[in-house]
């Protein structure tokens, strides 16, 4: 595994080279979530989950196998990531058709107040990252970045439990939960991830307490 200092050199390179990309996918991740939130239908929960095809599947190309490559060494670690995220987005693709997960919003009192806090510590990930004396290219947006996107996805797969795609959340949960606080946080000190640790672990406590 490389060093914190080698680590944001391959995330200022990636930054730099993709962009505008980040903002333009971190916008839409915006239009599409506020679409979702107003209307919460079957055509939102359709482009919500099309997002998340695009999202994960660039995650996987673009960060993981093309700009990380090499991120993990010898033990080709980044390549498996990268396949589970290819996998995630191949999921909430054949989903679109199959409907297993409706997203919806929680209609009131702690859970729904939960999921929209989560929502929005989510879309503030770049905004931590300037808090925290990040420059412009070692801010990380919802779309482009495995963390932020992942983090998404299980706040909106928590609100959908029990009827939830077990495959995809447990996925999702197995890239939150083991990992990051170790790696991301620890290692490379991306104390923003402590918002995908937390729903990470929000997540598997809730689908435990429902199902």
Known sequence: MVSAAEWFRIVKAYSTTIWPTQIVLYIAAVLVTGWFLLKHDRASNIIMKLYFVIAFAWNGIMWFFVFAKDM???????????????????????????????FVIPADGWQKRVTLTLMLLVFCYPLLGVVLG?????????????????????????????QVDKVVFFLLLFLAIPFTPFIQILRYGVYEDVILFVSGVYGLIFYLRVR
């Not at 060494?73 to 058709?97: K, P, R, T, W």
């Open 72 to 102: 993990a060494g010898d033990s080709y670690g980044n390549y498996f990531f990268g396949a589970v995220f290819m996998v995630v987005s191949v999921l909430f693709a054949v989903d679109i058709f199959r409907q297993k997960t409706p």
């Open 134 to 162: 990040h420059d412009s290219s070692r801010l990380m947006y919802p779309g482009t970045y495995p963390c932020p996107t992942t983090a998404l996805a299980i706040v909106l797969l928590t609100a959908a439990t029990p």
